[in-house]
């Protein structure tokens, strides 16, 4: 076991034959109305923590947590072929799955890939001095309930569904092309949450420049309305303890801290020189990345100033 549950990163990996087996398992509800795009926004969530560990998939099972009743004829077809066309960029095989009963939609994948050994992303590799990108614009959380509870339209929320549907493989690749040492997808314990999880099992602190930070077009405005999430204030409360304020932010502001993301993007360590190449090429690509911050030497901590 090359990476087990010690450090709370993103998958497993399993050293077999001189070959890093990278395996993980996700699944989430619903994101918007277009099944099809549901299924290809939970598959790319769920192959996300394979690109977090510098890996690529190499096959996948369906995890599917159906209604028995009250769903559309073809909604269910749709959705799995959303997430088969997703796999299919990856490059990734289908062999399968497994389908329970639940009053509650739910859709993901079983995911296994494989990685070189010497080369594993992992949330143990930053290191005092190098500098922090983020692959993707953070606020998803927010921008969905606010969908679910009619006060964003489809033309509102289509911004951040195309982010969501964007598969982290070539912010992987491109990480590791430029010497990225860490790496974490973020998710649903929001940005500082899975960055405290990285600066944890590294033993340093992370410090973020709030102004730095890619949004979502609309959460600032929505926040202020009072649009949250039911996970919001929770991550706020586990990472308390190692949370420190230095920028005097607003709620507003916070809240963006402490949102839960679906399908976000890489929190990447790497060294200085090595970022201006690194967001060339992710722009090339048509990510909206950006440098947000830097490695300091410290207890595990997460500053934002």
Avoid: W
Wanted: charged letters at 20%.
């Amino acid at each position: 076991m090359l990476v087990g549950p010690e450090t709370a990163d993103d998958a497993g990996v399993f050293l077999l034959d001189g070959r890093a087996l990278v395996a993980t398992a996700d699944f989430i509800t619903p994101v918007c109305d277009d099944p099809g795009r549901f299924g290809r926004v939970a598959a790319a969530n769920s192959l996300s923590d394979v690109y977090a560990m510098g890996g690529r998939p190499l096959f996948a099972l369906n995890l599917c947590c159906f209604p028995e009743t009250e769903v559309p004829d073809g909604v269910l077809a749709a959705i799995l072929a959303g997430a088969a066309g997703a796999l299919a960029e990856a490059g990734a095989a289908l062999l399968g799955g497994h389908t329970v009963r639940d009053p509650e939609l739910k859709f993901g994948l079983a995911v296994v890939g494989e990685a070189a050994p010497d080369r594993l992303l992992t949330n143990a590799g930053a290191r005092a001095g190098q500098r922090l990108v983020l692959t993707k614009p953070l606020g998803t959380g927010v921008l969905i309930n606010a969908f679910k509870a009619d006060r964003l339209d489809e033309a509102g929320l289509e911004g951040a569904l195309r982010e969501m549907e964007r598969l982290n493989a070539e912010a992987s690749r491109l990480a590791l092309a430029h010497g990225a040492a860490a790496a974490t997808d973020v998710t649903g314990f929001g940005l500082v949450g899975h960055a405290l999880g990285m600066a944890r099992a590294s033993g340093v602190s992370l410090r973020v420049e709030f102004a730095r930070l890619p949004v979502h077009e609309g959460f600032y405005r929505l926040a202020a309305a009072g649009v949250s999430t039911g996970c919001t204030a929770a991550n706020e409360a586990s990472a308390a303890p190692a949370f420190a304020d230095h920028a005097g932010l607003s709620g507003e502001q916070r809240e963006l801290l402490f949102d839960p993301q679906t399908s976000g993007g890489l929190l990447l360590g790497l060294p200085a020189a090595a970022v201006p190449p690194l967001l060339a090429a992710l722009a090339d690509s048509g990510h909206r990345a950006a440098e947000i911050g830097e490695v300091v030497e410290g207890p595990p901590r997460f500053e934002v100033i």
